[in-house]
């Protein structure tokens, strides 16, 4: 055999990248791809909405009529954009915007705008404690370790007895003993990977909770818009923050709300108390973390959502899509539970199907139920029992209740 230098350390997939594999390579007719995070249509088929066909449509023949070119961005990102994207989070009467106190940098995504919040607040602000949710998106711990975050804990989430509602005092009792200055990763809406978010009472709780403390709140709002349908509707955490006079950061997304997953759209917000010092902290963060890290983002998607908003038609229309995705995502909830809950004949026993929300919930499942579905009835999930609700249409909603019931017998 050649030798090589590229030794490199054995390391461990984590079990759903293997499970991907198995599913794209799976071709049973009953296949359901419950597993990969992506919002498909009824058809099962990654979705391209209509607004971003046409802004896409438009920005083409700009190409092909020399107005439109591929340079490089700057380093704040399109500013046309990071004005939308903080309108989008904070909404049109921030008090925030109006005063001076934000800024926007423009990054790859929510994974781009996550780890320069942490690398800014680890490196550039010293913080050196951050928390997550006990359950939470697998990329985050490992975003705050590469940002340079050592003391990485977490916060009672998820209700262990059920495994499909909130811990709610766990949750408060674990933040109250968070040292002063920790920052608090909480996950604005449709929470991945559970699906379950605080009610409006919980938040106004935290938030009491995070300012007596004095924590750092972080959200990471990647699915904005996917639960209610309406953006303004769906940013009520980080308003009620800002709106609290709290400084905070949002890190927030294109790839969900208008699915341009592969254009890499995002941007992190920045609300700060003091307007003076809001473009000595953009200058510091673009110098001493976008510039030598992720570098100019691309600007393909940005100039998507630009037109899309400076277009009232344009406009109109990604609403109503938006609003056409989060409907589809509730009417399944509702149709599952109760085709579960038809078959199993226990009443209200798969309630916690609706009152999650969003693209992801968990279904309170043990390890050797999930097993089962993947293995034996091929409904591909998150061994933890997070599966994509999106994956489920009305073609297959009978078979994986049926399946579900199966494995509840287990
Ligand atoms: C909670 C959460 N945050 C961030 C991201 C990353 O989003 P993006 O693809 O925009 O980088 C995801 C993607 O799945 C997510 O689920």
């Given amino acids: 055999m050649a030798t090589t230098k590229f030794i490199v350390p054995e390391g461990v997939l984590p079990s759903h990248l293997g499970l991907i594999d198995q599913c794209k390579t799976d071709t049973s007719p009953f296949k359901v791809n419950g597993i990969i995070g992506l919002y498909a249509d009824e058809e099962g088929r990654p979705y391209v909405m209509e607004s971003v066909k046409r802004a896409e449509m438009e920005m083409a023949k700009d190409v092909l009529e020399g107005n439109l070119f591929h340079e490089y961005s700057t380093s704040t990102g399109i500013r046309e954009y990071t004005n939308f994207a903080m309108e989008i989070a904070l909404g049109q ?95 604005a809406v449709a929470h991945n990977p559970t699906g379950i978010d605080p009610n409006v009472k919980q938040w106004e709780k935290i938030l009491q909770v995070v300012q007596e403390r004095e924590l750092f709140p972080l959200f990471d709002m990647a699915y904005q818009g996917l639960v209610s349908g309406d953006v303004d509707k769906d940013a009520f955490a980080p308003r009620l923050f800002e709106q609290a006079g709290m400084e905070l950061m949002i890190a ?72 056409a995705i989060a409907d589809r995502l509730r009417t399944v909830r509702v149709k599952l539970r109760s085709l579960i809950e038809a078959l199993n004949q226990k009443p209200n026993s798969w309630k916690h199907l609706t009152d999650q929300q969003g693209i992801f919930s968990f279904l309170g499942l043990s390890l050797e139920q999930c097993r089962y579905l993947i293995h034996e009835k091929r409904v591909y999930l998150y061994e933890n029992s997070r599966i994509n609700m999106a994956a489920i249409n009305m073609n297959n909603v009978e078979y994986v209740a049926a399946s579900i019931v199966e494995a509840e017998r287990i």
């Fill in 252 to 323: 927030t997304t294109g790839s969900k709300n208008f699915g341009l997953y592969s254009e890499r759209t995002g941007a992190l917000i920045i609300v700060s108390n003091n307007p003076d010092n809001v473009s000595s902290l953009e200058t510091t963060v673009v110098k001493q973390v976008i510039r030598p890290g992720p570098g100019l983002s691309p600007i393909h998607g940005a100039t998507v959502v630009i037109r899309i908003l400076s277009d009232p038609v344009l406009k109109e229309q990604w609403k109503m899509e938006l609003q």
């Fill in 93 to 187: 009467g921030s008090l925030a915007i109006r005063e001076g106190r934000v800024c926007a940098l423009q990054t790859t995504g929510c994974l781009g705008a996550l780890r320069v919040a942490m690398e800014s607040l680890c490196q550039q602000l010293h913080r050196t404690v951050i928390y997550f949710p006990q359950q939470t998106w697998f990329l985050h711990a490992n975003i705050a370790n590469k940002s340079g975050f050592e003391d990485i804990r977490y916060y009672r989430y998820v209700n262990v007895a059920t495994n499909c509602d909130l811990d709610f005092e766990g949750l408060l009792d674990d933040l109250k003993k968070a040292p002063a200055k920790a920052v608090v990763v909480l996950q």
